[in-house]
């Protein structure tokens, strides 16, 4: 058996759904950012133990967590309020933990949005560490969102999740995604005056992770990206065929990207060394692999 770690901040629409899905697992970690709704009043019906911690970043309530709140298993499994465990996922989960040959697993999500799975344009499969053996991995921030820090090796389920990104309207996605986009434009900044573009991983990286960093890094340094990653997802990722939906999410996503190269832009014109300045990596990782989480999907 595992355990299961939820995020959630003012998810009150999406967190019994969310428990719900969990329940399969005897030992259910809901781990709030102090919600100002009735997420907890929700949560506080189900059979689970809650946890506040004030957020910080994504990468550091996820160490957070690991670090603080003791599981009953040895190995966890993290969800976000709009995901959902399925009873598939659930039963490989268990599968793989019979004898497990790394320190944590990638799973792929499936982006539903305006009712519909948005296979093409979201660039199926997209990975995220999901599984993974407390002790062995941890997360640092990388633009607004995380990435792994893990010493051990990783694999790969098949089985997948459900991710309702849009579950609590398009005001709420944009919003989101104007504060995102603040932190992407750091990151942009220090990626194209720092970083550099891994040809050989980009064309034979061993893992799509692996390649989906690469590209990362190359997308940044493309003319015109916002338009560039509009015709690529709807066009060449088939994104045309996801209808109104792929339109919309492609439409979206170029409107994100055009957002990170505004503010970009204006922090390079008015500089803020405060901001623009990212801390130095935490010692106490040593010489752990780090491997970027979603970085093309916000």
């Keep these: 058996m595992f355990s299961v770690y939820i995020l959630t901040h003012n998810e009150e629409l999406e967190i019994a759904a969310c428990i719900e899905s969990a329940l399969l697992s005897d030992d259910v970690i809901v781990v709030d950012s102090c919600s100002s709704d009735r997420t907890l009043a929700i949560a506080s019906r189900y059979p689970v133990r809650i946890e506040q911690h004030a957020f910080e970043s994504h990468g550091k309530q996820r160490t ?6 003791a599981p009953k298993h040895e190995w966890v499994y993290i969800l976000e309020a709009d ?9 490989e989960c268990l599968e793989t933990l019979q004898a497990p040959q790394h320190v944590g697993y990638y799973v792929a999500e499936r982006v539903m949005f305006m009712g519909r799975w948005i296979k093409r344009s979201t660039q199926y499969p997209r990975y995220q560490l999901r599984l993974l053996r407390r002790g062995k991995v ?5 633009g607004h969102t995380e990435r792994e820090v893990y010493e051990g ?3 790969f389920l098949k ?4 991710h309702f990104t849009c579950g609590k309207g398009l005001s ?3 919003d989101k995604h104007n504060r995102y986009s603040s932190d992407e434009a750091i990151e942009t900044l220090h990626q194209l005056e720092n970083g550099t573009v891994d040809w050989r991983t980009l064309f ?8 989906r960093r690469a ?3 190359l997308s940044l340094r493309v003319p015109l990206r916002p338009i560039v990653r509009f015709f690529y997802m709807y066009l060449i990722l088939g994104g045309c065929w996801d209808g109104k939906a792929g339109f919309t999410w492609c439409t979206l996503q170029a409107f994100y990207e055009y957002l990170i190269l505004l503010k970009a832009w204006e922090l390079k014109l008015n500089p803020m060394p405060s901001t623009l300045s990212l801390p130095d990596p935490d010692p106490s990782l040593g010489n752990r692999s780090v491997v970027e989480a979603q970085v093309l999907e916000p």
């Design 64 to 69: 957070w967590m690991l670090e603080t709140i």
């Design 83 to 91: 995901e959902r465990l399925t009873p598939a996922l659930f039963q």
């Design 138 to 142: 941890w997360f640092d921030d990388y």
């Design 153 to 155: 090796t990783t694999g």
């Design 159 to 162: 089985a997948t999740y459900p």
């Design 172 to 174: 709420r996605w944009i």
């Design 204 to 211: 034979f990286g061993t893992t799509e992770v692996e390649r």
């Design 215 to 217: 590209l990362k890094n």
